[in-house]
């Protein structure tokens, strides 16, 4: 059972231009939402996040809109860099008591290409 | 601060041996748990703990896990079969305060142990 997902495995795009990275998910408990991006042979670090009580986070080229309604957010880049070639994991986590959001449920991930 | 290590980085094991995945932070943190990441699967939640001296179980079989101290949380893999064959990520983060509502702490991870079995 999939709670989180991510239909798009891959994503290529030209320098400069708009990257959007899709997530949906299934779980209503869900109260906060995170990306993380991942290197080859890298832990994932994490980039960026936003709480269900909002719609939008944004920090320097990055983008994460929430649609409660619809279970889906997206994770914007702009503009889109080389360097920012990487694989995007979507992850959502819930406060059950206060002592969930430790755990974290994935999407399968996207990857992500920007070509000079 | 040296931040989330894991060792071995790569290992191969025979079907029906016994391994330890190596996993240490020293950040003080007190969430700590094991994921691993598979092709097309993204990450998921093997085992956690959210302080020493406490674990929960996320997937039914073949894992078993110790959370002796803050800082260690090493991940056994008691008879390995073929289907473990993965990529096993360790993270920590701080605990939620008491008292505090709020988000959560950003999750730091480990870089990894590749682990093929055959």
């Known amino acids: 059972d999939q709670q989180v997902k991510q239909n798009s495995p891959s994503l290529s795009v030209q320098e400069g231009r708009i990257s959007i990275l899709n997530c949906d998910y299934t779980?209503?408990?869900?109260?906060?939402f995170l990306w993380y991006k991942k290197y080859p042979a890298e832990g994932p670090t994490f980039l960026i996040s936003?709480?269900?009580?909002?719609d939008k986070n944004e920090d320097g080229r990055f983008t994460v809109f929430l649609n409660k309604s619809a279970k889906h957010l997206s994770l914007h880049i702009v503009p889109s860099q080389p360097g920012d070639s990487a694989v995007y994991f979507c992850?959502?986590?819930?406060?059950?008591?206060?002592?969930?959001?430790?755990?974290?449920?994935f999407g399968q991930g996207t990857i992500l290409t920007v070509h000079p | 601060n040296a931040g989330v290590t894991q060792t071995p980085k790569f290992h191969i094991l025979k079907t029906g041996q016994s391994m330890t995945l190596q996993c240490a932070q020293d950040?003080?943190?007190?969430?700590m748990s094991w994921y691993r990441q598979d092709p097309g699967m993204g990450l998921r939640l093997i085992y956690y703990?959210?302080?020493?001296?406490?674990t929960d179980k996320e997937v039914p079989n073949g894992y078993n896990v110790s959370r002796l101290n803050t800082e260690d949380f090493p991940l056994r893999l008691v008879s390995a079969a073929p289907s473990q064959t993965s990529v096993y990520l360790c993270?920590?983060?701080?605990?939620?305060?008491?008292?505090?509502?709020?988000?959560?702490?950003?999750?730091?991870f480990g870089p990894g142990t590749r682990l093929t079995v055959t």
């Open positions: 950040m003080n943190h007190g969430y």
């Open positions: 779980n209503s408990m869900f109260d906060y």
């Open positions: 992850a959502a986590t819930a406060n059950a008591g206060g002592t969930s959001y430790g755990k974290l449920t």
């Open positions: 993270a920590s983060s701080y605990s939620k305060p008491p008292g505090l509502a709020g988000v959560p702490y950003e999750q730091y």
């Open positions: 703990s959210a302080a020493a001296g406490t």
């Open positions: 936003i709480s269900s009580i909002k």
